[in-house]
């Protein structure tokens, strides 16, 4: 059977390497064709998933304002579509090329030039993969895209070194239009990886500052370090007591406390806005990702233009894998779409009976942080496309999770919900298990969240072959691994002498015992760096309004000669 796959295989990629040349060969034409169908088209527009925004406002605004002013959330008009060509062509372009044509497909008011300038500082040498996300075979169907090649060492980084550029460009484009008069504190929560993503990318831009909160005690040793240490003069982080859920809810009620606006305005010329993945700036980096994966797939001879291909992402917060969604909405061939969820499995249960209750769901902690999420923001975007964008549901559903903590959706859109997704959740002992045996098996280390989507591709997969988010490098989880390659019970203490390790020592032992020496210097270096944040606030609106107040107070006193934060 083996070799009937791969006998097959070898066919279908005798039959992508024609149509490459093919491609290859008209690439300068279709290249003219892709960009004429973007100039060709109006203006898209960003539209509130409640429908309670005063108009449709543009990608610049959108960015800008992160939340849109209903308090629902920023989606586009149009979808842009591309045809299999179109996606084809994509291949024989560097990674910053890809990112660039997609974005003009979506049609922003940005001047061309300037997203293509953007795009070739976003992903440059600041990866440490020329691809960018490059993309390996584990078996001749199961493909691994590797998301965590930029400076965090996370996945976050496809889109949050993207984030601050076009932020930043919004921001000005809207001054020089006289729409814009004021400064932004872009405050963030973070389960782990978005934080420091965020602080990286916004540090030290003009016009903006940034603070981040984390659940205090609910991130690695490595995570905590990372942003503890960061460096910057505009930057703040605080560990929040709660969970995540905390975090993000406080963020959002202060987003909506337009006192606290006003005051920020007067006393500081500072807005709000957001990098989370609330902010469709967040967004729209991770749909070129799954486009240019299905590209280069094809340009491999891995898959046949035109077959289908599954995607499995490990899921929190509902962005990436609804990033998916969207490439698929733009034509890429792509199936189901696999959610993938640790013990805190209210997605699954979601897709599963459509209902999303979190009345009663107790918050667990799990070997993989990042998804250790109970109210996954993004899931109101999904459903706004798949009730045909009814914006009344959508504020319905939304007051009833606030007020009732649940909420149901009617027949038609559970229907398509299980047309578009399938879910299962991976419990803590078998996402250990799937770490060693997939290292046994493939000699190839994943961290935990990835391990948690490799499981429930296993468990879910049909006939199509399979992408894998893989969405951090294993040594941000190194208490985890090490527990997984030796057979400890998860949760289980570490042995004296391994638990006296610091985050950075830990890897290297695990590198010692794997061979797998690949540590990013931003992760092995973190040791010598002095820790900068060690605050902790309670998680209320209150306590969150004070410390952003402070930060700011701090900032303007510092403000002449500030180099003190560096």
Partial sequence: MANQVFREKNRVSRRAGCFRNIVYLGWIIKTCEFEQKAQDKALNLYIDTRGAGPRPVTFTEAVVDGLAAGGGLYVPECIPELTLEDIAAL????????????????????????????????????????????????????????????????????????????????????????????????????????????????????GVSIGVMYPDG?????????????????????????????????????????????????????ALSSANSINWGRLMPQIVYYVSAYAQLVADGK?????????????????NILAAYYAKRMGVPLGMLYCASNENRVLTDFINTGTYDISERPFVLTPSPSMDILVSSNLERQLFELTGRDAEAIAGWMADLREQRRFRVDEGTFARVREQFASDSIDNATCLDTIKRVFDEHDYL???????????????????????????????????????????????????????????????????????????????????????????????????????????EELGAAAPGRDDRD
């Fill in 91 to 206: 291949a024989q372009l560097p990674y910053a090329q890809r990112a660039a044509r997609i974005y003009r497909a979506f049609d922003t008011d940005l001047p061309a030039e300037t997203v293509d300038a953007l795009m070739a500082q976003i992903y440059g040498s600041n990866f440490d993969d020329e691809r960018i996300c490059p993309i390996t075979s584990l078996t001749a169907d199961t493909h691994v895209l590797e998301l965590w090649h930029g400076p965090t060492s996370a996945f976050k980084d496809m889109a949050l070194q993207c984030l601050p550029r076009f932020f930043s460009a919004s921001a000005a484009q809207l001054r020089e239009q006289g729409k814009l008069d004021h400064d932004f504190l872009i405050l963030v929560a973070t389960s782990g990886d978005t934080g420091k993503a965020a602080l990286e990318g916004f540090r030290d831009v003009d």
């Fill in 446 to 552: 994943l961290d935990p969240h990835t391990a948690v989507a490799y499981r429930t591709a296993e468990n879910l997969r049909g006939e199509n072959p399979v992408l894998i988010a893989s969405t951090a490098h294993w040594a941000k989880f190194g208490d985890n691994v090490y527990r997984a390659l030796h057979g400890l019970e998860p949760g289980a203490a570490l042995p004296a002498d391994v638990a006296a390790l610091s985050g950075c020592e830990l890897n290297e032992l695990i590198a010692q015992e794997t061979g797998k020496h690949d540590i990013p210097r931003g992760l092995a270096e973190l040791d010598a760096l002095p820790i900068r944040f060690d605050e902790v606030i309670e998680g209320g609106t209150d306590s969150i309004e004070a410390a952003a107040a402070r930060f700011l």
């Fill in 218 to 270: 609910g991130v690695s040793d490595i995570q905590f370090k990372q942003m503890a240490t960061q460096r910057g003069r505009n930057v703040q982080v605080w560990g929040v007591r709660g969970n995540f859920d905390d975090c993000q809810t406080g963020a959002k009620n202060v987003f909506g406390d337009e006192a606290f606006a006003e005051k920020l305005q007067d006393t500081h010329g500072v």
């Fill in 303 to 319: 898959l046949g233009l035109g077959d289908e291909l599954d995607v499995c992402v490990p899921t929190g917060n509902f962005g």
